[in-house]
């Protein structure tokens, strides 16, 4: 069965990732599909979160990246997959995308949504809580991987904001992900 996470992930947060990766035990396949919102101004252009995406899941077989315009339940079907994955933080998530899944629901009726709580240590994060802290100079490091928070960072014009890179990070259930990034990497990718 394909399920299909949509969202803007401007930027992917370790959120998303979470979901993205329980998904991905659920499901033969994947699908991480970048929504083009002409109603919102991006930090990062779709080709850009397409690659960040791209390199973030790479430990993920079973997981594809992609991006869509319209609605999400035609991609669905021209994409075949049975299943939107939308994760849920608060009860005020759940209002809305009960809504939206009833709409859906209302457009295909093949089309099934399963919601997955977002892990407690996320439950507060979403990508303009990060765009925000950033914007203000405040770390990201522990919200998001750490290529991302360098991408983040040069979009403000800030020096990079790890506090020390030579110290290995874990973040729980996301251990698949290297979070060290050495101090002549950062270097060379400020230069």
């Known amino acids: 069965m394909i399920a299909i996470y949509p969202g803007s992930f401007d930027p992917i947060t370790l959120g ?3 979901i993205i990766q329980r998904g991905s035990r659920l499901f033969e396949g994947v699908i991480v599909a970048v929504l083009r919102n002409p109603n919102k101004i991006p930090l990062f252009t779709i080709q850009q979160r397409l690659e960040q995406i791209r390199l973030t899941t790479k430990h993920l077989p079973n997981v594809e990246v992609d991006s869509f315009d319209g609605l999400t339940v035609n991609y669905a079907q021209v994409r075949q997959a049975q299943v939107l994955i939308r994760g849920l933080r608060a009860v005020s998530d759940f209002e809305i995308e009960l809504q939206m899944a009833h709409t859906n629901k209302t457009l295909s009726t093949q089309i099934e949504t399963v919601f997955l709580a977002t892990s407690n240590e996320y ?5 303009s809580v990060v765009k ?4 203000f100079g405040g770390s990201i490091d522990h ?9 983040i960072y040069q979009c403000y014009n800030h020096n990079s904001q ?3 890179p030579t110290i290995t990070e874990t973040v729980p259930h996301l ?4 979070m060290e990034v050495p101090t002549e990497k950062l270097r060379q990718q400020e230069a």
């Open 123 to 127: 439950s507060f994060l979403s990508s």
């Open 175 to 178: 251990q698949s992900i290297p």
């Open 143 to 151: 919200l998001v991987p750490p290529h991302i928070a360098l991408d």
């Open 16 to 18: 998303h990732l979470d």
């Open 162 to 164: 790890i506090s020390n």
């Open 132 to 135: 925000e802290i950033a914007r």
